[in-house]
T-cell receptor, first 113, second 113 residues
Framework: QKEVEQDPGPLSVPEGAIVSLNCTYS??????FMWYRQYSRKGPELLMY????GNKEDGRFTAQVDKSSKYISLFIRDSQPSDSATYLC?????????????FGKGTLLTVNP | DTEVTQTPKHLVMGMTNKKSLKCEQH?????MYWYKQKAKKPPELMFV???????INESVPSRFSPECPNSSLLNLHLHALQPEDSALYLC????????????FGPGTRLLVL
């Protein structure tokens, strides 16, 4: 079993739809959870950053972490064509030696006008 | 400001060439990273610098040589590369290697002929 599992998609939705992106993980030491958005041929852009369990909202984006289920989600409300990108989940442990981000494979999202 | 800059944006080099990639951040971050990303794959960690010292080398071949001249700059020197080294090379930085999350630059797209 891989440490982080993420459905690569592709996922295609109409403009205005609610999008749900998910990752599961197996390493219970993970404490920090991130979502990055990566446009084609560009670097990853940090969207959301959550420590431990709970929800975090930023505009149209909501990140949820359920450590008991080892499951994280990113919701995008009122999706726009400009949201079309690859979404990468990433996570890491805490402490000085836990520098390494473990990424999911990324989900390719297309929002159709 | 959460900007990491990288130069050049694109680089084409022959297998006998020597070239360098540059990365700069002015966020006062003390950890800097080099990643390699192949198409449709997540980033793979190559090197970690913490407080200007190389702390992690993820078994990267010696044809890649990192350098951290000061706390804001990170270089990656390239020599005798192979065509399979063609990829997007990403620089990232974080407050330090044990806390906070990593902010990525736009990347240098490298083609080795």
């Amino acid at each position: 079993q891989k440490e982080v599992e993420q459905d690569p998609g592709p996922l295609s939705v109409p403009e205005g739809a609610i999008v749900s992106l998910n990752c599961t993980y197996s390493n219970s030491a993970f404490q920090y959870f991130m979502w990055y958005r990566q446009y084609s041929r560009k670097g990853p852009e940090l969207l959301m950053y959550t420590y431990s369990s709970g929800n975090k909202e930023d505009g149209r984006f909501t990140a949820q972490v359920d450590k008991s289920s080892k499951y994280i989600s990113l919701f995008i409300r009122d999706s726009q064509p400009s949201d079309s990108a690859t979404y990468l989940c990433a996570m890491r442990g805490s402490g000085g030696s836990n520098y390494k981000l473990t990424f999911g494979k990324g989900t390719l999202l297309t929002v159709n006008p | 400001d959460t900007e990491v800059t990288q130069t050049p944006k694109h680089l084409v080099m022959g297998m006998t060439n020597k070239k360098s990639l540059k990365c700069e951040q002015h966020m006062g971050h003390r950890a800097m990273y080099w990643y390699k990303q192949k198409a449709k794959k997540p980033p793979e960690l190559m090197f970690v610098y913490s407080y200007e010292k190389l702390s992690i080398n993820e078994s990267v071949p010696s044809r890649f040589s990192p350098e951290c001249p000061n706390s804001s700059l990170l270089n990656l020197h390239l020599h005798a590369l192979q065509p399979e080294d063609s990829a997007l090379y990403l620089c990232a930085s974080s407050q330090d290697s044990g806390r906070e999350t990593q902010y990525f630059g736009p990347g240098t797209r490298l083609l080795v002929l």
